[in-house]
């Protein structure tokens, strides 16, 4: 997200209820009932939405600045889940209430729209990423949009991000170390 925003919709979340979440924890399921928008304010939250095939993909992984689930200021049940990453902390705001400010207050509402925007933009680049036939060029694609492979034991969650099995990714990465030792 770009500083502006930041500065734009930050201070409207800050008389929002505080919220913290466990590492796995839950801030909302598929099918639940809209009434709150949320900023995370620390660590990182994750939109995934599973597949009918089961296969579990990661929508949006939001950090500080964020705000999860744009889509929900319109809609009345959520459409993926939202699970913490690692310990979160996030602002609540009434949705009512986030509606309101947007419709009193047009620098507001320019910042939600350029917001809205630019998660369209990134959306869209994920969804050409995903539809690439190879791997290898899903990963590079992906590296090549700004993205760091996290450490290790987050490597699953970029296995969902590409929409691949982990056991794939993971042959990737070791091709990739071995043409690296090797050449």
């Known amino acids: 997200m770009i500083t502006i925003m930041r500065t734009e919709l930050s201070p409207l979340f800050a008389s929002g209820r505080a919220a913290r979440f466990a590492p796995g924890a839950p801030l909302f399921a598929t099918d639940g009932p809209i009434g ?4 995370v304010q620390l660590g990182a939250v994750q939109l995934v939405r599973h597949t009918s095939t089961g296969t579990r993909l990661i929508l949006q992984t939001a950090g500080p600045g964020d705000i999860l689930a744009e889509a929900s200021a319109y809609s009345e049940r959520y459409h993926c889940d939202a699970v913490a990453v690692e310990t979160a902390e996030v602002a609540a705001l009434p949705r009512a209430r ?28 994920r969804a ?31 296995a969902a991000e590409l929409g691949v099995t982990r056991e794939a990714l993971y042959r990737e990465l070791a091709r990739r170390r071995a043409n690296r030792a090797g050449g």
């Open 128 to 158: 050409e990423i995903r539809t690439l036939p190879r791997l290898a060029d899903r990963l590079t694609a992906w590296l090549d949009a700004g993205n760091a492979l996290p450490a290790r034991g987050r490597w699953q969650d970029v």
């Open 98 to 125: 986030f509606l309101s400010a947007l419709d009193e207050t047009p620098a507001l509402a320019a910042a939600w729209a350029t917001r809205l925007a630019h998660g369209m933009q990134a959306a869209r680049l």
């Open 36 to 39: 709150e928008m949320f900023m």
